[in-house]
């Protein structure tokens, strides 16, 4: 019931972001296709002409082959072929600067960004949720101190501004990695060692950096350590001469981890969004490059390609990531029973 | 029994603005300043805040080649921080961005900060039928990647009033406070204090006001910070990239023209780059330090606890 309604959910948030471009792109003043159309006809209109029914076909076609919308087809047609093209056929639309199916240059871009994104994030919140165990079972310890100053460090430094300095000091000034690409032109693609190294080497500052935006929550953990280990039960736990081990990982660090787990579920969307910062200052070609370059160039379905792309990558991670969720813990699959005031 | 009433006068108006002063400004100003973090916190604030308030009229705006090119920091005191390619003075070039930026993280960590609680309390509070809606609608925003949906909008729109890309980036930040409010007052309502003004028959209002949001207080004052900070980090980094339009001068801004203009492997050319980098960092940190100095003012365990160590434990 429980995993029905979730997945049930996740299916409504994605119409619901389709709505969310569709309207962005097309119903809103000044829009992008409303802009080009007034461009279109103040231009006309400079030239002395008053727009006739002809002129009009002809603004409307020319809107068309900017935008790849047909703008005297009424809003809610066109919304519903929107849907239809989606759902149905994975149409997305052509890219207009690219002059490529969208869908085609987002699917071949997508598993880059996975790639560097997943890893950023796996390492970011397995490091900080180790390091914040630690620091709550020495609390107070040199080590404690040390690591709360760098948590505190970190999240006044924004990830970028890490990505641009690592960029700078190990790739422009000491040349130990590249700055620029996904994968090193001189070597064939394939399982051989030269390949695997070029594109570990390309990746290891993108994913550094998505490391670092991922790292937040040992401070968050450290704190629910702590007042897990100060309930009775864990008392009685020892009491009853449960190993240390065992009191940590499964009676401290799994009912610790409840209340950080929404932070680590908004991590995933986070970090997704992020990349299109990331891919841009390491040049990495990926979904977040090939969106910046759309957003640069106005071309719209590309632009509006990717928002849908993007959400439908983070729905699939936190779907994934909530339907494990019941593996920790057992009460997400019915706790609805509050009464209503 | 309890028909009698004790003749207590009624406060005058000066009394209770006195009081009211004394409780809600003077006594947790006090235990903020006396914290070492609300401190500090509040002392990077309040310079940022003079910075883009008086210092905008102190400090003339910059003009090309007032001085020489790549002038080191904290070398030439007409140039406190150095100055870039084009001779301009990077320290007046910071002051005259503050005030943009001061707006933006206004309206953005306003915005979220109200939406958060008030969608977050009454959620948690009426239950049922309202609270799976407005959870839908958060848990709908909470999982569109909110910095692509910003960037797009910026994109579209490009906006140029500071205000207005404060709200845009506040979009992204409200879920995840209403969440956390939402939570809290789960907890709260089911306390005994809340229970006694419900079954006294007070107003829903009543009970939401001055039971509910006193004890979240420091959630709201801690996520204003947090959002505050987020906001700095989004904003900077979208007109770094150049998705914001560049005509207000911004740290953003002056990162990028930094990053496009000088010569990274030269370490005479770098300061450009540092000095917008380290004022991010210092006013997030200053509103991290606020933050953690504002949990000390409303978290009431806490002060007790902190109370309790500062007078060598023996008030137990």
Known sequence: MYYAKRIGQSVLVFFTALTVTFALYRMLPFGPVEMVKVQLMKQL???????????????????????????SVPWYVSYYEYLRNIVLYQDFGRSIFKNKPVFDILYRAMPWSVFISI??????????????AVMAYNEGSKFDTVMTFISIGNSTVPYYVVAILTLIIFSYNLGWFPSGGRMNPSTTPGLNLPFIVGIVKHAALPVFSAFVASFGGALAFRGNCIREM?????????????SQGRIAIRYVGRNALLPVYTSIMM????VFGSSIILETIFNYPAMGLVTFNALMNRDYPLIMGSFIFFTIVTLLGILIADLTYGVIDPRVKGGNERETY | MFTQTSNVPDPTVREKVERGFERRIYAPAAILVNDWRGFVGSVILLGFVLMGTVGIYVV???????????????????????????????????????????????AGALLSVVLGTVIGTVAGYRGGRTDSVLMMLTDTVLTIPGLVLIIVLATIYQPENPFVVGLILGIDNWPRLARTIRSQVLSIREEAFTEASRIMGLSDV???????VSNLMPYISVNFANSARRIIFESVALYFLGILPQSQLNWGVMMDDAYTNANLTNLNQIHWLLVPMALIILLSLGFILLAQGLDRVFNVRLRARHEKSASGGETS
């Open chain 1, 119 to 132: 890893y950023g994030l796996a390492l970011g919140t397995t490091v900080s949720l180790l390091f914040g």
């Open chain 1, 45 to 71: 209109l400079e030239q002395g002409q008053s727009p006739s029914a002809q002129q009009m076909r002809t603004i409307n076609a020319m809107v068309k082959t900017y935008t790849g919308i047909d703008p």
């Open chain 2, 60 to 106: 003339p705006r910059p003009t090309v080649m007032e001085g020489p090119i790549f002038v080191p920091p904290f070398t030439d005191w007409d140039f406190p921080l150095g100055t870039g390619v084009m001779g301009e003075s990077l320290f007046k070039q910071v002051v005259h961005a503050t005030p943009a930026m001061l707006q933006m993280i206004t």
């Open chain 1, 230 to 242: 100060g309930e009775g039960y864990i008392r009685v736990a020892r009491l009853r001469g449960i």
């Open chain 1, 267 to 270: 991590g995933i969307a986070s």
């Open chain 2, 206 to 212: 009543h009970i939401l006001r001055r039971d509910v």
